[in-house]
């Protein structure tokens, strides 16, 4: 004759072996083995930084390899970074603070010939991250005038110097002559 008995949590409890005609009793608090921890899981770990389980992505907070983002790692966090090419050096495309590399940053970067990092534009470095020129249209440092053009029959010469009575040059409609 077969007896089959019911199983009581979780201690003292009855395990059915009918087919054995056994009966076995367990005593203490039965144990269960789930899957082991993983990235992924959405539990942060003792060897996680972060873990947020289906929304871990490599361009989210936290990382594929459950590590937070930080800018410097390569990744481009979304919505916070604007680039991220995982190094130092801000003569590149991407500059400290993973930002987008652009004339005025201070940072002399690609199609630059310099960057001061100011609005000034009459100073060693014009608004468009070019050194300074005669001719450019713009009085920096050294200049007297600048017009932007090679004229030299006007009020200021392709020197970027003011005209002067004796310049050699005949300024049209102040001058007839020039010695």
Known sequence: MMTTTTTTEPSGSMTDLSTTGLMMTTTGPETTAGPDPFCGDGVVDDDEECDD?????????????CEAALCGDGNVWAGVEECDDGNT????NCVDGCLNATC???YVGPGESCDDGNDVDNDECSNNCALPS???????MGEECDDGNADDADACLSTCTNAICGDGQVQAGVEECDD
Do not use: K, R, S, Y
Request: net charge negative; aromatic share 0%.
């Open 104 to 106: 005025g940053d201070g």
């Open 53 to 65: 389980g289906d929304e871990n992505a490599d361009d989210a907070a936290c990382t594929l390899a």
């Open 134 to 140: 005669c001719g450019d249209g713009l009085v920096q």
């Open 89 to 92: 050096d801000n003569a590149d």
